[in-house]
Each structure stands twice: as C-alpha cells, then as structure tokens.
C-alpha cells in the first residue's frame, strides 16, 4: 500500500494581504482597516484567512498591513501568537515600511509582495498562498495546491462560481473545457459564461497560488516595468494568462461545510448592507456559516470575561433574547433583544427593545431604548430614549442609513446629536 502523498501545505506560505481601508464600511473603517472590523460575535475578519491556513496545514504565515494598521497589528499579536519558531513555524506582520527607498509605501497588491521578497526567500518555501485578508469564508488550501500542482499550472485562481450578470462587479475567468484561463477580464459588462454552465460565470476571489520562484522572478520583473499598477489582479494574473499557464479553481471543490448539501458560503461584508446582514444570517435557525464545528474552527483572540448574563423578569422588563447570538461579558438587563448579534461586553438596560441590531464590543444601550436594523460600532454609548428605525427621516439627520435602510450609529454622530441645539 502506498503512503499517502505528503501535504503541500507543508511546503507552502500564505502572504495575507490585509493593508485596504475598505471605505464601502463608511464609518466602521474610520479607525481600523476592514480585515480588523469584527464579524460574527468574537471574531475578526482577518481571522477566516488566517484560520483557513493553519486548519490546511500552514505554518508560516506573513500579514502585509497598511492603512491604519494598529487594531490589526494587536489582535493578531494577542489572538496569533501560538507560532513556535522552533517548529519552523512562523507569523511576520509586515507593516508598509519603505523597504525599498524612502518614498513609497506598498503601491499595490503585488508590490506588498515584491517589497518583502527577502523576507519570504528566508521561509524556504516551495510554493505562496496568496490570501486577501478581508473576506468570510472556509476553505482547504491543500485542494487547491494539489490542484495547482496536478495541472502543472504556472498560477491558479480561486474562482467563484455566481450567476453570470452577478459577476459584472468582479474580476472574471473565461476559461476553456480544462479550466485553463484564456481572458481575465476585470468587471465586464457582459461576463462570459463557463463552458459547462453559460449562465454561470467563474469570479476571482483575489487567492492565487504559485510557486515561489516563479511569482519571484514575476514581482522582480513587474517591479522594473514603469507602465505596471503593482497590482496582481491588473497586471500579474493578465501577464501569466498571456504568457504562461493561468488555471481558474472552482471554489465548490474546496469549500469546507458543515454538511454535505449545504451551498458553498463565501462573503465580501464589504458594505454596511452586506456586513450587517452577513452577522444577522447568522442568528437563523441553521445558517450557512458554521461558527460551532470543531472539526474547521475560526481561531481568534477570545478574551477572559465572565458568561453573559439576563436580568429582570417583570411583564414589561424582563431580560431575554430569541433568535439571538450573545457574547460573554454581555448584560442584558430588562432588555428584549430579537434576531441580533452583540459581540463581547455589550451592556444593555430595562425597558429597552432590540430587533436585527448587530452590537459591537463594550457597546451600552441606555433605558427605553429602541433600536430596530441597526449596526452600533464599538464602545458606543446609547443615550436613554433613542428611537432608531421608525422614522428613516429623522435618523438621516444624525446617523448613517443606507438605501436599504440600516442605521450605522458611531459615538461622534452620537456626540453631534447630543450637542446639537433642541
């Protein structure tokens, strides 16, 4: 009986790329970059990327940062820093910090790369994950490496698989029967359909594998090129799919589910619409997104905080939550909350009404509030009375609503209205 073929994993690093503001999150990006915004109750949205390779098999992980980096740089020193150098394992966090001269920071997504060559050669890697740092997912990479290998591919792309007029606002794949990259085409009008489903087409994910001496000599030679963005989705993957062998892999292989009929979940909670319903999905009955299996766990900092805690049990202030996911440290004092997300240490007081209101940490709702499709950022503190939900009006005056109508509420907008003349 053969062995089983050793995992490539092992030979592999992930090159997180998570230095973007992500300014569709408006306000919630105002002091963090959108892979340190907090999703699903405990967790970080950096932590999918990172969660997926060390449950693949990763163990030398870099994280390349920019844009307000400090939120990011300490959650993941406190939540990721279980790698041991004398198992050859290692996690760099690699701030923009003019390696190259003393005028640019990165200049785009390949130059993150490119800047931190010395840095990558010293792993003694045979193949890089490339990894954006700000999407929700679960995914195995060793599917895709072997698939990578298999193929003899020079770069593979992950790819969704969406409804084809769905696909305008991303990269797209046209590909030929093998799954060979012919055109990469960057949010077309009229997005080609996959050869087996013409009324699907495949969406880059922004993962790419390659082999590390290959992507090298890549970066060297695009970082020489005075027409080049520095941008692997602009200038890298078009070259390969030109010049050499780009493969497209379908994500629908390597998805890791909870069970075997459930849909391939993949989330870019890039927009106030998007993360807030993404977080209020999860407080359904089976959701698509398994926060409990322990067989693919999302690892994160988890804070030392008491369980959380339900107060009051008269008619009109009684202490309860349906249909709701609540993080330790909570109180919920009088409070009726209903489909809602609140994250660690989220305080909130009686005669108080919450429904689809995703609370982030250390935030306070004050008496007889009521609070309907709402997003509270962190530490907020809700003022006694504050209606938000019944009057789209009123609540433009002072806080962010969206098209679709949820209220984003920041403690300066708070601020503003509490210092605004009656």
Not at 16 to 32: F, I, K, M, Q, Y
Request: glycine content about 8%; overall charge negative.
């Amino acid at each position: 009986m053969n062995p089983p073929p050793a995992r490539l994993t092992a030979r592999s690093m992930a090159f997180v790329l998570a230095g973007g503001r992500g300014s569709r999150l408006r306000e919630l990006t105002d002091n963090r970059a959108k892979p340190a915004v907090y999703f699903g109750g405990k967790t970080r949205i950096i932590d999918f990327a990172l969660s997926n390779a060390l449950n693949s098999g990763i163990r030398k992980m870099a994280i390349a940062t920019q844009y307000k980096a400090h939120s990011l740089i300490r959650h993941c020193q406190r939540g990721w820093s279980f790698f041991r150098a004398e198992r050859n394992e290692y996690l760099d966090i690699l701030p923009a910090s003019q390696r190259v001269d003393e005028v640019h920071w990165y200049q785009g997504t390949a130059d993150a790369v490119y800047q931190n060559i010395d840095i990558i050669d010293s792993y003694g890697i045979d193949y890089v994950v490339i990894l954006a740092g700000d999407h929700i997912y679960k995914m195995d990479y060793e599917v895709m490496l072997r698939e990578h290998v298999d193929t003899g591919a020079d770069v593979t792309v992950g790819c969704l698989t969406v409804p084809r007029m769905e696909a305008t606002a991303f990269g797209v794949m046209d590909v030929d029967a093998s799954g060979r990259i012919t055109q990469f085409l960057e949010k077309p009008a009229e997005p080609p359909g996959m050869p087996d489903d013409p009324d699907r087409a495949l969406a880059s994910m922004g993962i790419y594998v390659f082999r590390w001496r290959f992507l090298r000599q890549l970066l060297m030679d695009d970082a020489n090129d005075p027409n080049s963005g520095r941008d692997f989705g602009g200038d890298i993957i078009p070259d390969v799919v030109k010049n050499g062998k780009a493969m497209a892999h379908r994500f629908d292989d390597s998805c890791v589910r909870h069970r075997a009929d459930a849909p391939a979940y993949w989330r870019d909670v890039g927009t106030v619409d998007a993360f807030w319903q993404a977080n209020i999905d999860l407080t359904g009955f089976d959701p698509d997104l398994d926060l409990w299996d322990t067989n693919w766990p999302i690892w994160t900092y988890s804070e030392s905080v008491p369980p959380a805690k339900f107060i009051h049990d008269d008619p009109d202030r009684r202490g309860l939550a349906l249909s709701s996911l609540i993080s330790g440290g909570c109180i919920i004092s009088g409070t009726e909350v209903r489909n809602s997300l609140l994250f660690t240490g989220v305080h909130s007081n009686s005669y108080s009404r919450l429904d689809q209101v995703v609370a982030l940490p250390y935030a306070t709702i004050a008496r007889h509030a009521r609070l309907t499709r709402v997003v509270l950022d962190r530490g907020v503190e809700v003022p006694q009375g504050l209606v938000v939900g019944e009057d789209p009006q009123e609540d433009r005056r002072w806080f962010r609503v969206t098209d679709t109508g949820v209220t984003l509420i920041t403690q300066p907008m708070l601020d503003r209205r509490a210092a605004a003349p009656d």
